[in-house]
């Protein structure tokens, strides 16, 4: 499925301002790292998923904090909020393909 433009910048917009996405995208790209990436919170292996190597140590411990139960606070929101879009293609390729099409007719729409 070829993603439009409209449905990239609709999903950088939530991961920049929306705490539900910003949470679910930490948890999701955390699972993407290796296990012994997320043990050290290190990216250690060039394999284009998961976190990049600057931001692996502060968003594994964000992801490791909700999956404890807790969520973010305001402050770390504020840094995730800002790291975040950069990973926009790898939250869309974690998204199915039919709520995909729903962020299109929204996209389109908005």
């Known amino acids: 499925m070829k993603i439009s433009s409209a449905v990239t910048e609709y999903v950088k917009v939530q991961l920049s301002t929306n705490p539900a996405w910003a949470q679910r995208a930490i948890v999701k790209l955390w699972q993407r790292q290796t ?48 790291k975040l879009p950069k990973y926009s293609r790898q939250i869309i390729s974690e998204i199915p393909v039919d709520k995909l099409a729903e962020i299109e007719k929204k996209a389109v729409v908005a």
């Open 35 to 82: 296990s012994d990436e997320q043990a050290a919170q290190t990216t250690g292996h060039n394999n284009g998923v998961g976190f990049n190597g600057t931001d692996a140590m502060i968003l594994s411990s964000f992801a490791e904090q909700i999956n404890k139960g807790r969520t973010l606070s305001p402050k770390q929101l504020t840094i995730a909020f800002k």
